[in-house]
């Protein structure tokens, strides 16, 4: 704390930090994810590098939990799914004012959503709440399966000077 006085009046200027850039969601289930087990909140700044760290990691996509109620299921399980799984994956939540651009980069057009990557590469997305069985067999699934293309819009590009080119 500092004074200064100039003539009759004084200044008093206070150490007062900047508030903290705000990540909460819309649910206290979801940002229990990041508070009780260890997520990790994901933005466009910093989601290809957190992917690109090593490693099975999971992103939960969840929407607006008013229109997608069943994110806040899906927030419940997936610590549940991470303990079965022999905590195997990391997670990730994407902060909701991010979520379209991190959705459009992996291709996932349905909320809510888990998207799997390894390695900072894609590898699936499964979509809506699922049944415990469904689920236990689809992450199964999705840790055995190697990396892949999302499935975003574009062509892949290849080189031009490939033999096994057939175009024209």
Not at 36 to 61: E, M, S
Not at 80 to 100: K, T
Not at 137 to 143: S, T
């Amino acid at each position: 704390m500092s004074i200064e006085t100039a003539s009759s009046e004084a200044l008093v200027t206070l150490p007062v930090a900047a508030p903290a850039a705000q990540l909460a969601t819309l649910s206290p289930l979801i940002d229990r994810l990041v508070s009780a087990h260890g997520a990790t909140w994901l933005t466009t700044d910093n989601v290809a590098d957190w992917a690109a760290a090593g490693g099975d990691r999971v992103i939960l996509l969840a929407g607006d939990p008013v229109r997608f109620p069943e994110a806040l299921d899906v927030a419940v399980v997936l610590p549940e799914l991470r303990q079965h799984f022999a905590q195997r994956f990391a997670v990730g939540v994407a902060v909701r004012e991010h979520e379209d651009a991190i959705a459009k980069r992996y291709g996932s057009i349905r909320w809510p959503a888990l998207v799997f990557v390894r390695d900072g590469q894609y590898v699936t997305v499964l979509s809506g709440m699922l049944d415990w069985d469904v689920y236990v067999e689809r992450v199964a699934e999705a840790l055995a399966m190697p990396a892949s293309r999302a499935p975003t819009i574009g062509i892949p590009v290849r080189n031009g000077s490939a033999s096994d080119s057939s175009c024209h």
